[in-house]
Nanobody, 123 residues
Framework: QMQLVESGGGLVQAGDSLRLSCTASGRTFTNYNMAWFRQAPGKERELVTA????????SYTDSVKGRFTVSRDDARDTVYLQMNRLKFEDTAVYYCAARTGPFRDTTIRYVYWGQGTQVTVSS
């Protein structure tokens, strides 16, 4: 089992920045592609961004391109989500997730999940 623990959420104003962290344990971190999902009240969970095992590839949903940046620090078994120019519609619970397999094979499910961290953006 891999354990994932998110931190860094909070209440901010529109236009502010936040950095989320997700620290992994229990498995070899570099074997896993990592991702950030979010779920707003009354909405389905959506994939926000993902980063490959070696950090060479990333993907972003259109609504966050140019504002959010995903990165990983393999020495710390941690993946980060830097969120800039936050908008009200970014309000959600943000989840960290991990999976193996080829990064571009989006049919492979994420199997390990964190407990989530709340991000609230006031307008």
């Amino acid at each position: 089992q891999m354990q994932l623990v998110e931190s860094g959420g909070g209440l901010v104003q529109a236009g502010d920045s936040l950095r989320l962290s997700c620290t992994a344990s229990g498995r070899t971190f570099t074997n896993y592609n990592m991702a950030w999902f979010r779920q707003a009240p009354g909405k389905e969970r959506e994939l926000v961004t993902a980063i490959s095992r070696d950090g060479s590839m990333t993907s972003y949903t259109d609504s966050v391109k140019g504002r959010f940046t995903v990165s990983r620090d393999d020495a710390r078994d941690t993946v980060y989500l830097q969120m800039n120019r936050l908008k009200f519609e970014d309000t959600a619970v943000y989840y960290c997730a991990a999976r193996t397999g080829p990064f571009r094979d989006t049919t492979i499910r994420y199997v390990y999940w964190g407990q989530g961290t709340q991000v609230t953006v006031s307008s």
